[in-house]
C-alpha cells in the first residue's frame, strides 16, 4: 500500500518551444522530488499551477500527504512588505494556489513536508515573514545561495533536541545543501524552530499541535542518494502518510 502524495510544481515561460511570445506557461518539477517520494514508499502525484478551489479540493481529497516543492521568491505582498531590490521573480498565481493549498491541507491535517520555496509558503500562510535577500538583510550571513551541486551538503545546521527532527535523525548537528537567497524571518505562530545555521538562519520548523508538519530550508531530494538523514526524511514523511492513509 503506497500513500499518494501531491508535488506542488512551479512554472517557466515556454520559450523552449517557442512559446514566449504566446505567453504559455509550462508547469515542472525536478523529478528528484519524485524520485524520494517513491524511495520512500510513496506514490507521487503532481499538482499543477492552474487551480481553482473546486479542482484543488477534489485532489487534496484523494491525497494522503503533500510536498511543497521548490521554486521563486514569494510575492512580500503576501505578508505586508514592499519589494526590495534584491527580491528575484515572483509567480502570484503559484504564491495563491500554494497558500491556499496549505490552508486547506491544514483543514484535514494532512501530513505536509515543505522544502526550500516550500518552508517560506508555510510560513507565510500561518501568518509569519521572510528575508526577501539574505546578503542584504542578515548580518555577517554565511553563504546560503552555494554554486556547489545539489548533490553536495555544504554547510552545518544545529538541531534542537525537543523536537520530532531531532526523533527522525537522532543528531544535534548534521550538513546540508543550502541553496536560497530568502528565509524565514518572522515565526508564523503555531510553528517551532527545530533546526538553524550558524548564523541563525532558520533551516528547519514544525508544527507543534499538528502529527507532521516540517519545513526544512535545505533540499534532501537532491542528496537522497548519498546522505542517510535525507533518506531518514522521507521515510518518515512517507510513514505518517501511509498512517493517514490507513485512518481514512
Not at 512559446?19 to 508547469?27: A, E, K, Q, T, V
Not at 520555496?117 to 535577500?133: E, F, K
Not at 550558524?198 to 537532491?222: L, T, Y
Request: charged content about 20%; glycine content about 10%; some cysteine.
Amino acid at each position: 500500500m503506497r500513500p499518494l502524495i501531491g508535488i506542488t510544481c512551479s512554472r517557466v515561460m515556454g520559450g523552449a518551444w517557442g512559446l514566449y511570445s504566446l505567453g504559455h506557461f509550462m508547469d515542472y518539477t525536478f523529478d528528484e522530488y519524485s524520485r524520494a517520494i517513491q524511495y520512500g514508499g510513496g506514490a507521487p502525484l503532481l499538482i499543477p499551477v492552474a487551480q481553482n478551489q473546486d479542482t484543488l479540493r477534489t485532489i487534496l481529497d484523494r491525497l494522503d500527504g503533500l510536498l511543497l516543492s521548490g521554486g521563486p521568491d514569494v510575492n512580500p505582498r503576501f505578508y505586508g512588505e514592499q519589494p526590495l531590490a534584491g527580491l528575484g521573480e515572483i509567480d502570484e498565481e503559484l504564491d495563491r494556489m500554494e497558500l491556499e493549498t496549505v490552508g486547506m491541507a491544514f483543514q484535514e491535517d494532512l501530513p505536509i513536508l515543505a522544502i526550500c520555496r516550500g518552508i517560506q509558503v508555510l510560513n507565510v500562510s500561518l501568518g509569519g515573514t521572510l528575508y526577501q535577500d539574505i546578503p542584504a538583510q542578515v548580518q555577517e550571513s554565511i553563504n546560503h545561495t552555494q554554486k556547489a551541486d545539489k548533490g553536495i551538503n555544504t554547510h552545518s545546521i544545529s538541531i534542537e533536541v525537543k523536537t520530532s527532527l531531532y526523533h527522525i535523525f537522532r543528531r544535534k548537528e548534521i550538513w546540508v545543501n543550502g541553496k536560497h537567497h530568502q528565509a524565514i524571518k518572522d515565526l508564523a505562530p503555531g510553528l517551532i524552530v527545530s533546526a538553524k545555521a550558524s548564523d541563525g538562519i532558520i533551516e528547519a520548523v514544525e508544527h507543534h499541535k499538528k502529527k507532521f508538519v516540517m519545513g526544512v530550508q535545505w533540499h534532501p531530494e537532491g542528496t537522497l542518494r548519498d546522505d542517510s538523514y535525507s533518506q531518514k526524511l522521507f521515510r518518515a514523511f512517507v510513514q505518517a502518510s501511509l498512517h493517514y492513509l490507513k485512518k481514512k
